[in-house]
């Protein structure tokens, strides 16, 4: 079992910046792949970005590479999503994910959606993003 809270969400201007974590804790050695994913309000739950831990490879989504910054801090078991130059459409619920994917599927989390959103084993219970223009 893996156990993953997430905090950091608030309320900022466009233009502004923000930085997630996420602290895991549980069976943290099978959790290969960590991503951020968000969900805006009537919207599917979408992956933002991801990581390969055992090599530390990051992903993207088109929508936000250049902005946000996925990486982790191994010592105090955190995932971080620092996310810079907010716009509205940044505005949504981001969730922690983690996951025994191997890399070439964790790669197309943020991309293709490789897998429908129940099928992904641990989330936490999110934290709100909201940008103003």
Same mark, same amino acid.
Request: charged share 5%.
């Given at each position: 079992q893996v156990q993953l809270l997430e905090s950091g969400g608030g309320s900022v201007q466009a233009g502004g910046s923000l930085r997630l974590s996420c602290a895991v804790s549980g069976n943290i050695r099978s959790s290969r792949c960590m991503a951020w994913f968000r969900q805006a309000p009537g919207k599917e739950r979408v992956g933002v970005a991801a990581l390969? !831990? /055992?090599?530390? /490879?990051? +992903? +993207?989504?088109v929508a936000v590479k250049g902005r946000f910054t996925i990486s982790q801090d191994n010592a105090n078991n955190t995932l971080y999503l620092q996310m810079n130059s907010l716009k509205p459409e940044d505005t949504a619920r981001y969730y922690?994910?983690?996951d025994s994917l191997p890399e070439y599927i964790c790669a197309e989390v943020p991309g293709t959606a490789p897998r429908a959103i129940d099928d992904y084993k641990y989330w936490g219970q999110g934290t709100q993003v !909201?940008? /103003?223009s």
């Open positions: 390969y !831990t /055992s090599d530390g /490879s990051t +992903y +993207y989504a922690c994910m983690a !909201t940008v /103003s």
